[in-house]
């Protein structure tokens, strides 16, 4: 079992920047590869980033690349994200996620329970 808690969400500028984390519970956090989703009002979430195990392999949604950047610290049991140049259309709940496997789609195991990022000019 994975416990997952958000924080590091707000209000931001457009063209701003802001970094979510997210702390894991339990000794078996490096085992996990880890991801971060988002929904807006009305849209059904959506794959952000995510991060392998290692820290060695990454993957963006297009809508990130080159703005984003998900990092893992897993002495401190927490995965990053990094986000800059934010948009109106980057605002959203944003949630991470752990999952045991991850070969094709990232689908979470487990999930916390998210941070609203608003993005406002």
């Known amino acids: 079992q994975v416990q997952l808690v958000e924080s590091g969400g707000g209000l931001v500028q457009t063209g701003g920047s802001v970094r979510l984390s997210c702390a894991a519970s339990?000794?078996?956090?490096?085992?996990?590869?880890m991801g971060w989703f988002r929904q807006a009002p009305g849209k059904e979430r959506e794959f952000v980033a995510a991060?392998?195990?290692?820290?060695?392999?990454?993957d963006y949604a297009d809508s990130g690349k080159g703005r984003f950047t998900i990092s893992r610290d897993n002495a401190k049991n927490t995965v990053y994200l990094q986000m800059n140049s934010l948009k109106a259309e980057d605002t959203a709940v944003y949630y991470c996620?752990?999952?045991?496997?991850?070969?094709?789609?990232?689908?979470?195991?487990?999930w916390g329970q998210g941070t609203q990022v608003t993005v406002s000019s």
């Open positions: 339990g000794r078996t956090f490096s085992r996990y590869a």
């Open positions: 996620a752990a999952a045991f496997h991850w070969t094709g789609p990232f689908k979470g195991d487990y």
């Open positions: 991060i392998n195990w290692s820290g060695g392999r990454t």
